[in-house]
Nanobody, 119 residues
C-alpha cells in the first residue's frame, strides 16, 4: 500500500516557477516508479514526468527543458521543479506511483494539487 500527499501548487505568473512535492508513505519506496500527471479542464489526464527507482527520468515533450523531476529516497519524496511556466501548464497535478516489481500493476494516486499560470 502506498499513500501519496502532494503539496506546492498555487498561482504563478507566466515565466514563473513552482516546485511540487509528493511525499509517499510506504516501506518500499526504493522499488516505486514515481510519476507526475496533470489534467486540465476538458482534457484527459496526461503523464508529465517519470522517475524510476534508479533515478532515470523521462518527460513529456511539452515540458522538456522546463520541468525537472527528482526523488529523495531518504525522504520517500518526489519533486517536480517547474520553470518557465506557461498558461498551458495550468492543470491539477497528480502524483502517481506503482511498484516496479509487481506482476499486476496497481496505481496509487495522490489527491492532486492545482497549478494556475496566469497574469
Amino acid at each position: 500500500q502506498v499513500q501519496l500527499v502532494e503539496s506546492g501548487g498555487g498561482l504563478v505568473q507566466p515565466g514563473g516557477s513552482l516546485r511540487l512535492s509528493c511525499a509517499a508513505s510506504t516501506s518500499i519506496f526504493g522499488f516505486i516508479v514515481m510519476n507526475w500527471y496533470r489534467q486540465a479542464p476538458g482534457k484527459p489526464r496526461e503523464v508529465v514526468a517519470t522517475v524510476t527507482p534508479g533515478s532515470s527520468t523521462t518527460y513529456a515533450d511539452s515540458v522538456k527543458g522546463r520541468f525537472t523531476i527528482s526523488r529523495d529516497n531518504s525522504k520517500s519524496t518526489v519533486y517536480l521543479q517547474m520553470n518557465s511556466l506557461k498558461p498551458d501548464d495550468t492543470a491539477v497535478y497528480y502524483c502517481n506511483a506503482y511498484d516496479l516489481r509487481a506482476r499486476d500493476r496497481v496505481n496509487y494516486w495522490g489527491q492532486g494539487t492545482q497549478v494556475t499560470v496566469s497574469s
